[in-house]
Every structure is written in structure tokens, then in C-alpha cells.
């Protein structure tokens, strides 16, 4: 099979993956040139995912081929995968959190390497050839989300890697790490190690690809030099429709001071304070792990407080536990959907009513009507896409979940909900309709606190901005007429 | 063709494999009713009835734990403990007075276990196991601790006992007056669960407890109420248990939670959490009961039994995972 | 000034804290072993030393076999019952006229069989190890009783005395049971520290999918720990059962819990992943001195069963507790 083309590391074509009663993919072609950045951009369940679980062997395809340098791939198994030189980094590290670096680089290797003196040497002479200092001995759980990325590096080296597959390697690190591992990608594509990188985040697409494939619906819509394409254009491309904006335009309700934090104080966070008004949008900025989800969860008595002060239409509030808050008028919706906010294996009813068990019961029963009317509201108002409302919410897409906690809120209707990441892992079209559902609330008069890591998101969607650095707010700005710059700038301390 | 053969065959196997429980005990029941005419008699149904008493009142409880997503292993030390501190008080308070106070103590003591879990923090089924053992190896020792490891005689007591022995011997119609009591009980229990908020909350809690909790579900209640509701069934079972016969002792309630959580998981309810009602409950005992009915008609060896009766549970724990992951 | 040696007073206080509860089994060893000074009873005597490590040495070697079970983030329960069971089928088979070694042998391999019934319902079949377990404990301890009518099985008297010989003789001073503890702690330590066995029970243990994709063998390596966990319980069984010189269906009712305890007092974590053989020891040896300070005492034994109650659901509460605490100190 020598007869391609040399210069290409990966040759897929034509390849085909039915799930039960869905298409994920549908004759698929890329071709990847030796020494290239090749980036993947698609929405969520465009099927990025199950093309490269094929070509690591966690899935077997339909039909088509792969041609792995050089050589015809039938059937595959992760580890042959990565023996044969093909690696994937994804988004949640495949590193055993209990183990050291060094064991972990050469995880499913022990009998080979022959003691351990040997892996901790081998690992690191590894490490160290792409200027990483970590020590071998210490343990993966401690390390930082951007160490780990090292230690995943590190491991697709040791394999000799020639491919090394990047599932939004970006989503958890800070501008200057990821100004490093980019860096490293530069570094390793000097070495003639080819690297695909699969992003949300179209910034980083533009700066760092050569060439980039889109993909939707199961299918390569294009693939192109990154030059040939503008940002519109790929998004347009994405979705399938050009999008004028991404985000609709922000209401200006904002009205009189409804929401006074006097105080907040954990170990974490040192002397949060500050103001919602009626009809804001109020959006908290700042890395992960600056202590934001710290503060909306301090807020609403998810987590205990050393001392928690806060005014709300200028009487002290309690809040130290979440039914407190919500009889404060306070609503959240979780960072992580499927852990905090659903029970996956109810109907959409029973997660839509959830919140709402005290006022569709009188005397301690319940009213099923009133149930069933609450979730039907919900489902029409929401437009969210289930056969029925009988539908165990498992069986529904990452963003009509969301819509169901979006639901059960919108029934309660608080005065003030605070949303943590409300569009991650969302496709684009279905963030629209959630930035449509938030205006919908201010418009209405509630407030909203909504804390996201994509930055533009909550720039657009924002009236006010407070930025969070190491558990301190240190700025607040405008986002109409302050730069972004300012913003990252005081975001980063 | 061939495809359709394959699919028909695996709809089959996955029918089978989920009912096989209940298709094994409905088979031993009907060679039970073949081989032995002593099977379908008014005696055997008599004895069936009574046979259903202590056990059903624990599965009861047991189901709100099971739902909540915990376990309850401490079954054994209560129902000891209030079958040997009831039959004590007889004298001194009277019949009602102890069992009023047995009742009470039930509960208290499941609130106990619930007040625990919530104190330390013990939010998983695993944790729940290994406190509620404890608290039962407690409240077993506080029983032999109680009578110095003697067993007590209900003939030895001077006080007279006729609600005792209505509920022990006591006909209404047909019926057995204990499992009338069960019927009812089964009533309120299945009206709470399925029509009230405090009942649908549990089901939340079991589900995802962390999300019940965010979206306003008093959860730690929550815990603290199904134990004090299964420590008050398995105070009930140990008044049933007594009134059937004379003696009770400071190990009575040995092996019932095993009893109680077979019931409960051969009825359908998932040990994940969540999911299931008393009245699969009820469904689960009548075929724990029926099948110790039949292999004691059928002169199955005790011990053998007890073989048998841990296959069952072993079983319908494996097939409860199967179905519901 | 003085706050600054105010709150570097309270980090040299935290720091003694933290030290203290990372070794929590260690200081209740050491306030045991003090508090058996004040006792009339002959604790500190060679002969009283040796006969706790001696009465220990069944559990720790359950624990031995628990700590793999554990590692691999899994549990069991039905061990105490595995050991009654293989004891019972020893001395059931030697009385029917077996070779001795070909009966200690078979009944070892039933726990091994047990092991594996465990290894296909947790590993293979995705249940809960806690609760399935659990379960297949009742089921063994039903054919325990069935084997034994629920009666006490002494040896045959000509052959008892050979068959006690296997656990209670004495090389170098130290009785026989002892030294099979020795080896199989010392047999053990070297599986999970340097056989890519035991590492790789470390791998799935802390990340089992993971494990998976880096081309462990997770199914192959959790079942086999599950067996040896199996066989190490019967193992137990056989040498107690040559130490009293009897089979019984109840000598393991207490032991499941007691010795899951001992490993999670010991530091394994049920979490997976973490402890180990050394970890178990000293979890085991903790419940162990318990058991022999209440007997020094003279403490009613109804009352030593309520104080390991109180103590079992302590030590797991504190273990949630301290996890609570780490949660919500954020």
C-alpha cells in the first residue's frame, strides 16, 4: 500500500458508523500530511468524537478504510493503536490519578520495562526532552490540569508516536500555559510528529492549524488550508446556516439594586463582595479554578461558608442551605449537568418538576395534573426536542438536558438564577436559544449571574463584568466599552 | 432473515434473564401444587398467610431505604432488641403500653442509624452497609446484654396478652389478622409513596442525591426519615414475630435483612436507586414466602434451604445490575 | 508580632494534627499499648505477645487477600464465610479418609472457586461488589451449615493430631501459623510492589478506565485479585481450622466486617487505588489489641461485641467525615 502518497501519515476513507438508530458517521474522507497541525471544528455530536474513537480502536467502523502510515488498519485495539504510533490526549486525562508520573507514562508497560528504576529513567529522559521539570516520583493527582497535559505528552511520546490526536486539549488550561503547549505542538511538528487538534475554540484553530476539516451531521463538509477561510465562514460552515451573530443582542433592564453580597469568606475566597441589580446580566470571569463556581455555590448553600453576608432588597437573607436560598428567590443551574442537575434515569417530567414538588402539592400530595401541566409548559416554552415527556433524560442530547434544568427554574421563576457554564458542551445552535432563554429572563425583570470559560460568550451576554483572580474579585468592567484586554488582564491578576 | 431469527432469540434470553427469578419460583410452585396436594389446601393457605407476617413488614421499610439508594443491615439487632424490651415491659406497663413503646423504640433507633449517616457524611450505599452493621452488632449486643443471653418466654409472663394473641392466632374472614395489618400497612405506605411529595422526594434523593439536594429536596431528612421508617417496620416485625409464638430471644432477628433485601430486589426495586414501589414489594414476599412454603412441602433439608435461599438473592442481585445499567 | 507567633503556633499545631490522623491506626495502637500498662492482667509478656500475633494471624491473612480486593477498588464481604466453608470441607475430607495435604489443598481451591464466582459477578457482570458479595457470604455460609448440620466437625482422633501439627507446631519459637502469615504478607508486599500484577491492580484500581485503554488487561487482573482474595480466606480457614482443631459454620460470621474495617482503619481507601499489605497489618493488628485490652479488662463479652460496634461505625464515620470535611473546606 505504498501507492497513496507518502507524504500522508492517515488516509481515511469513506468511513461509515451506525449507532442504533443513528448515523454518527457517514462516509467520512480526511487525508493528514506528515508534519502538519490539521485542525477538527464541528459542533457537539458532529461525530469528531466517533471518528477518533475509530481510529484509536475503542470503536470498530461499518465500513471503509484507514490507512495508518503506510499500512491498511482493519481492526485495532487502543493499545495497538499506540504502538503503532498513534496517540489521542483526550479531554479528560487518561491518567490513573493514584500513580506516579513515571508509572503512568508507561502505564500497561510494567513487565516490558523491566523495574521500576528503569521507568522512572526512561520517563525522565522523556520528559525532559520537551523541557518539562515535573519529577517522575510525584503522584498525578497533585499535579496541575497543564502538568497533566505534560505527563499525556509525554506518554504519546514514549510510544514513538508519529500521530498525536488533541481533544480540546485547551479546555482547562490558562493563556500562558497554552501558550506553552502550543509551543510543544511547534516543537514536535519540527520533529515531523503530525497533530490533530479538535477545538471549540476557533481562536486557537486560526492560530495554530495548517489545514482544518469541518465536520456536521456526520459528514466532512470541508476541508480546507486555514488561510482559504474566515471565522464566519467556518462557523457557517459548522452549523449549516450563516449565524448574522453568535449572540443575540443584550438587553438594558437593569434596574435598582436587588442583591447585596456583603461578604463571603472560605478558605478559598477572601472578602467577595459585590451588587446584582433587578434585570442584570452579571457575568463572573476568571480562570478555572479562581474561585467562581466557589462563589455561586457559597451563594446558594451548596457549599458551607466561614461567614456569608447578603442582603437581598436590603434585608439579611438566609442562604446556608439551597431550599433556604430558593426561598430567597435564588435558582442555580449546575456546572456539571448529569452529576448535580439530572437524575439521568427519570422521565423529562420528573426532572422538569423537580423544584416545583412544594406548589404542585397541597397538604403533602401530590397534584399529577399540575405535574404534568408544569413539564408540558416547560417543554413548549423551552422547545425542548423529546418524543415525550415520558422520555428518560438520559436519552436526550447535551443541550435539551440543559433546557430541562433551564425548565424546572423557568417554572419557579426566581428573582435570581445563577447559571454556571450554562452552554458547555452545548452545539451552537441550541447556545443561541439558551443566550435567547437568558435574555428572556432579564426582559422579565429577574436577574442572572452566569459564570463561562468562553470568554466572548459572557462579554456579549453581559451588562456588567466582575473579574475573579485567586478568590478576589479585582475589577469590574463594562463589557460594551471596556477592552477585552482589560478584562483578561485583570482576569489573569 | 437471519438477523430477525437472532434479534427474536435475544429479546427471548433478555426476557428470561429478567423474570428468571420469578419464572423459577412460579415453576416450583406449580410442581409444588402438582406433587403435593397438601399445597392447595385452605390449612397451607392459612399457613402461607402467616408465614407472610414478620418478613413482609421489614421488605416494607426496607423498600424506602432501597429507593433512598442506602441499605439497611441493622434489621436484625432491632427487631431483636424490641421483641425482647416489649416482651419485658408487659408487665410492668401492659400489653399496649410495650408495644407502643417497642413501636417507639424502632423508630428511635432508625433515626438514630439515619442521624449517623447524616452526621458523618456517609452518602453511598457502601458506607451505609458498614454503619448499619456496626449499629446492629450494637443493638444485638444490647439485646443479649438485656437478658444476660437467656431467651424470654411469653408463658412466664403474669399479664394478659390477648392482642398478642389476636395478632398471632386472630382470623378476620378468612384472612389472617396480621396480614390484614400488612394490608393495611401496604396502603398507607403505598399512598405515600406514590401520591405524596415527602414519598416522590425520596425517589429523587435515591436517583441523584447530590441533585435532589441543589434543586431544594431536604435530602438529609429525607435519609434520616426512611431509616426511622424501617426501623418502625422491624419493631412491627418483632411484634408479629413474638405474637406467634412463646418465646423470643436475644438473636430473633438474625438473617432478616437478608430476608428483607431478597424481597425486595426479587420484587423489582433497584439497588442503584430510585426506582421501585412497595407493591413490588408485596410481589417480592409472596414469592420469598411461597418458595420457603413449597421446599419445606416439597422436604427440602433446612440448610439447603438457606443454600437456595442465598443462590435466589445472589441471583436476583445480578439481574437487578444487568437490567438497570 | 504576636499574630505571627499566634498562627505559626496553629500551623505547627495543624501540622501535628495532620501527621497524627494520617497515622490514626498508629497512635491507637500506642494508646492501647499504654493503656494495657495500667491493666493487672500479664499483657507484656512474651508469651501473651505471641499469642496475639498468633490468634491474628487467620485475619491478617484475610486482609491480606481483602487489601487486593480493595486495591482494586472493590470489597469483600463473603470471606468470613469462605473461611468457615473451607475449614468444614478440610476436615470433612481428612475425616473421609483424604491425604491430608490433597484435602487442604481441595478446600483451599474452594475459596479459590468462590473467589472466582466473585471475580465474574463484580468484574464480568458490573455488579456491586459490596452488596454481591454480601450475598454469595450467605449463600456459602448456607452450604457451611448444610455440610455441618450447624454442628461443630472435630478431626477424626487419629488423625487430629497430625492436622493440628500444620498450624500449631513451633519453628524457631514461633508457631507454624505465624510463619504462614509471615510468608504470605512478605508473598504478598512483593505482588503489589513489584510485579506488574500488583501494579497494574494499583492502575485499575485508581482509574479503571484508564487502565483499560492503556492496554491493561483490567477484566484478567481484578478477577484474578478477586480469586486470590477467595483462596486467601480459605487458606485462613484451613490453618484455623488445624489451630482449634474444628470446623464450624459461624467461626466467620464476624469476620467480613471486622476485617474490612482493619484494612480501611489501616489506611487502604475503598476509593482504590491506595494502602497496601503494610496498611492492612496494622488496620488488623488495631481491632486485634482491642479484642485482647477489653479481655484484659475482664470486659463482659456482650459488651466487647457493643464497643466493636460502636468502634466499626466510628472508624467509618470518621473516614466520611474527614472525607466530608475535605470536601467542604474548599
Not at chain 2, 64 to 70: A, H, K, L
Not at chain 2, 146 to 155: C, I, K, Q, V
Not at chain 2, 276 to 295: A, E, H
Not at chain 3, 23 to 32: D, E, F, G, N, R
Request: aromatic share 6%.
Amino acid at each position: 500500500m505504498e501507492n497513496a502518497d507518502n507524504n500522508l501519515i492517515l488516509s481515511v476513507k469513506g468511513v461509515s458508523k451506525s449507532f442504533p438508530g443513528v448515523k454518527a458517521l457517514d462516509s467520512v474522507s480526511i487525508d493528514c500530511r506528515r508534519g502538519s497541525v490539521h485542525g477538527v471544528v464541528g459542533e457537539n455530536g458532529a461525530g469528531k468524537s466517533t471518528l477518533m474513537k475509530i481510529l484509536s480502536g475503542v470503536y470498530t467502523k461499518d465500513s471503509g478504510t484507514v490507512v495508518f502510515d503506510g499500512n491498511v488498519i482493519e481492526q485495532t485495539t487502543p493499545i495497538q493503536s499506540l504502538k503503532r504510533g498513534l496517540s489521542i490526549i483526550y479531554q479528560e486525562f487518561n491518567l490513573v490519578n493514584t500513580l506516579t508520573v513515571g508509572e503512568n507514562i508507561f502505564l500497561g508497560r510494567f513487565s516490558e520495562m523491566k523495574g521500576m528504576r528503569n521507568i522512572h529513567k526512561k520517563a525522565r529522559e522523556l520528559l525532559d526532552s520537551i523541557g518539562s521539570a515535573i519529577s517522575t516520583h510525584r503522584v498525578v493527582g497533585e499535579l496541575s490540569a497543564a502538568e497533566k497535559q505534560m505527563v499525556e505528552i509525554t506518554k504519546a511520546l514514549s510510544f514513538n508516536s508519529k500521530l498525536i490526536i488533541m481533544d480540546e486539549p485547551s479546555s482547562s488550561l490558562t493563556a500562558d500555559e497554552l501558550k506553552r503547549l502550543f509551543a510543544i505542538i511547534g516543537d514536535l511538528r519540527k520533529k515531523g510528529v503530525t497533530i490533530i487538534y479538535i477545538s471549540h475554540k476557533l481562536d486557537e484553530i486560526f492560530e495554530l492549524c495548517d489545514i482544518v476539516t469541518i465536520i456536521r451531521d456526520g459528514k466532512v463538509i470541508d476541508t480546507k488550508p486555514i488561510g482559504d477561510l474566515t471565522r464566519g465562514e467556518m462557523i457557517a460552515k459548522m452549523v449549516g446556516r450563516e449565524i448574522e451573530n453568535e449572540f443575540p443582542p443584550r438587553p438594558h433592564c437593569a434596574g435598582d439594586t436587588l442583591m447585596e453580597v456583603k461578604t463571603i469568606r472560605t478558605r478559598k475566597l477572601k472578602d467577595i463582595s459585590f451588587e446584582l441589580k433587578k434585570g442584570e446580566i452579571l457575568g463572573l470571569v476568571g480562570l478555572v479554578g479562581a474561585g467562581r463556581t466557589e462563589i455561586i455555590r457559597a451563594i446558594y448553600g451548596a457549599d458551607k461558608a466561614k461567614e456569608l453576608r447578603i442582603l437581598i432588597n436590603g434585608r439579611l437573607a438566609d442562604t446556608k442551605k439551597p431550599r433556604k436560598a430558593m426561598v430567597e428567590g435564588i435558582g442555580l443551574v449546575p456546572e456539571d449537568r448529569k452529576l448535580e442537575g439530572l437524575v439521568l434515569p427519570f422521565s423529562v417530567q420528573a426532572n422538569i418538576a423537580m423544584a416545583s414538588l412544594p406548589r404542585i402539592s397541597r397538604f403533602g400530595f401530590i397534584n399529577r395534573s399540575k405535574e404534568k401541566d408544569i413539564s408540558d409548559r416547560q417543554i413548549k416554552n423551552l422547545a425542548v426536542k423529546t418524543p415525550s415527556p415520558h422520555t428518560k433524560v438520559v436519552n436526550l442530547s447535551g443541550g435539551n438536558q440543559q433546557k430541562c434544568i433551564m425548565g424546572r427554574w423557568f417554572e419557579i421563576n426566581p428573582d435570581i438564577l445563577i447559571l454556571d457554564e450554562p452552554t458547555r458542551g452545548i452545539d451552537v445552535g441550541t447556545k443561541y436559544e439558551i443566550y435567547l432563554l437568558i435574555k428572556e429572563i432579564a426582559e422579565r425583570g429577574g436577574s442572572v449571574i452566569m459564570i463561562s470559560s468562553e470568554l466572548p460568550e459572557v462579554l456579549a451576554m453581559s451588562n456588567r463584568v466582575l473579574t475573579i483572580c485567586e478568590g478576589r474579585i479585582t475589577g469590574e468592567f463594562n463589557p460594551e466599552s471596556d477592552s477585552v484586554y482589560d478584562i483578561m488582564n485583570a482576569a489573569i491578576g | 432473515m437471519t438477523k430477525q431469527l437472532h434479534l427474536r432469540r435475544t429479546q427471548i434470553t433478555g426476557f428470561v434473564m429478567e423474570y428468571l427469578v420469578f419464572v423459577t419460583i412460579l415453576v416450583l410452585v406449580i410442581v409444588t401444587a402438582i406433587v403435593q396436594p397438601n399445597f392447595s389446601t385452605a390449612q397451607n393457605f392459612t399457613n402461607l398467610m402467616r408465614q407472610f407476617g414478620p418478613l413482609s413488614f421489614v421488605a416494607l421499610g426496607m423498600t424506602f431505604i432501597i429507593i433512598g439508594g442506602f441499605i439497611d443491615l441493622s434489621v436484625p439487632g432491632i427487631i431483636s432488641l424490641v421483641a425482647i424490651i416489649t416482651l419485658s415491659l408487659v408487665d410492668t406497663i401492659g400489653e399496649v403500653g410495650a408495644m407502643l413503646v417497642g413501636l417507639a423504640l424502632g423508630a428511635v433507633m432508625g433515626c438514630l442509624n439515619g442521624v449517623i449517616l447524616v452526621v458523618s457524611g456517609a452518602s453511598t450505599q457502601a458506607k451505609a452497609l458498614f454503619i448499619t452493621f456496626g449499629m446492629s452488632q450494637l443493638y444485638g449486643a444490647a439485646a443479649l446484654l438485656y437478658t444476660s443471653g437467656t431467651s424470654m418466654n411469653r408463658t412466664f409472663i403474669n399479664h394478659p396478652m390477648p392482642v398478642t394473641s389476636a395478632l398471632g392466632q386472630g382470623m378476620v374472614g378468612f384472612l389472617s389478622l396480621s396480614f390484614v395489618v400488612f394490608l393495611c400497612f401496604l396502603f398507607v405506605l403505598y399512598i405515600f409513596q406514590s401520591r405524596t411529595a415527602l414519598g416522590r422526594s425520596i425517589n429523587y434523593t435515591g436517583g441523584n442525591i447530590v441533585a435532589a439536594e441543589l434543586s431544594g429536596i431536604p435530602t438529609k431528612r429525607i435519609m434520616v426519615l426512611i431509616y426511622a421508617i424501617c426501623g418502625f417496620m422491624a419493631a412491627v416485625s418483632a411484634i408479629v414475630l413474638f405474637s406467634r409464638v412463646t418465646v423470643t430471644t436475644p438473636t430473633v432477628g438474625a438473617n432478616f435483612e437478608r430476608d428483607a433485601i431478597m424481597a425486595v430486589v426479587v420484587g423489582g426495586t433497584s439497588l442503584l436507586g430510585g426506582k421501585g414501589s412497595v407493591l413490588r414489594t408485596m410481589m417480592g414476599v409472596s414469592l420469598v414466602v411461597l418458595m420457603s412454603n413449597c421446599m419445606n412441602l416439597l422436604g427440602v433439608q433446612t440448610h439447603l434451604q438457606e443454600v437456595l435461599r442465598g443462590l435466589i438473592l445472589v441471583t436476583a442481585i445480578w439481574l437487578d445490575h444487568r437490567r438497570h445499567r | 508580632m504576636n499574630v505571627a507567633v499566634h498562627t505559626q503556633g496553629n500551623q505547627i499545631r495543624k501540622q501535628v494534627v495532620q501527621a497524627l490522623s494520617k497515622q490514626k491506626a498508629v497512635v491507637a495502637i500506642a494508646l492501647m499499648l499504654i493503656a494495657m500498662l495500667f491493666s493487672d492482667s500479664n499483657f507484656y509478656t512474651q508469651l501473651n505477645i505471641m499469642n496475639i500475633f498468633r490468634a491474628a494471624s487467620p485475619n491478617l491473612i484475610i486482609a491480606f487477600g481483602v487489601t487486593l480486593a480493595v486495591i482494586c477498588r472493590g470489597c469483600d464481604l463473603s470471606v468470613g464465610s469462605v473461611m468457615s466453608m473451607s475449614g468444614i470441607i478440610a476436615i470433612l475430607l481428612i475425616n473421609n479418609g483424604m491425604n491430608m495435604y490433597m484435602a487442604m489443598i481441595v478446600a483451599a481451591l474452594s475459596g479459590a472457586v468462590v473467589g472466582f464466582i466473585n471475580g465474574f459477578l463484580v468484574v464480568h457482570q458490573k455488579t456491586e461488589a459490596f452488596i454481591i458479595t454480601l450475598g454469595m457470604g450467605m449463600l456459602v455460609k448456607g452450604i457451611a451449615l448444610q455440610l455441618t448440620d450447624a454442628n461443630p466437625v472435630p478431626t477424626s482422633r487419629d488423625k487430629a493430631l497430625a492436622f493440628m501439627r500444620i498450624s500449631n507446631g513451633v519453628f524457631l519459637g514461633i508457631p507454624h501459623i505465624m510463619w504462614y502469615m509471615l510468608i504470605l504478607g512478605a508473598f504478598t508486599f512483593w505482588l503489589l510492589r513489584f510485579t506488574s500484577f500488583g501494579r497494574n491492580c494499583y492502575a485499575l484500581g485508581g482509574d479503571y478506565e484508564v487502565a483499560k485503554y492503556s492496554g491493561i488487561n483490567v477484566v484478567r487482573t481484578k478477577w484474578i485479585a478477586f480469586t486470590l482474595t477467595g483462596t486467601y480466606a480459605a487458606v485462613a480457614g484451613v490453618l484455623l481450622a488445624s489451630r482449634m482443631n474444628t470446623g464450624s459454620a459461624i467461626y466467620g460470621d464476624a469476620i467480613p466486617l471486622m476485617v474490612n474495617c482493619g484494612v480501611v482503619i489501616g489506611g487502604t481507601s475503598f476509593a482504590g487505588g491506595t494502602g497496601g499489605v503494610v496498611h492492612s497489618f496494622i488496620g488488623i493488628m488495631v481491632m486485634q489489641l482491642l479484642r485482647n485490652c477489653m479481655n484484659g479488662f475482664g470486659i463482659d463479652p456482650y459488651i466487647q461485641q457493643m464497643v466493636l460496634g460502636v468502634v466499626i461505625v466510628g472508624i467509618i464515620c470518621m473516614d466520611c467525615y474527614a472525607i466530608k470535611r475535605k470536601k467542604e473546606d474548599v
